[in-house]
């Protein structure tokens, strides 16, 4: 099997997506994550950037109680921090 070596002058990988807005990439530049955009309000001939490259939007967490589904198990369980598990018989209320 051949081995790999990583160019020394790389910078990142980038994948194509497309979306309700047209094409766009994801992926990494220097370790950090990130999504580039073309740059919609370039003005013919402008010597604006042709793409712009930003940070991702974290995603933001399910709301309390929501149910996930578990593709790798195929469960379908409400996601629950501790203070919603069952107390053993021995624990004290929290309260």
Known sequence: MP???KDP???GVLWTRTGQ???YFTGQIDGQP???FRN?????GSKAPDWIVLKPKPKDPPP???HIRDEAV???EPIWGD???AMLPDEEPPF
Do not use: L, M
């Open 74 to 76: 195929g469960t379908n």
């Open 83 to 85: 203070e919603h598990r």
């Open 40 to 44: 919609q309000k370039k003005a013919e």
């Open 64 to 66: 309390p109680g929501t």
């Open 34 to 36: 990130c999504v580039v």
């Open 9 to 11: 002058n790389e910078r």
């Open 21 to 23: 807005r047209g094409t």
């Open 3 to 5: 081995e790999f070596t």
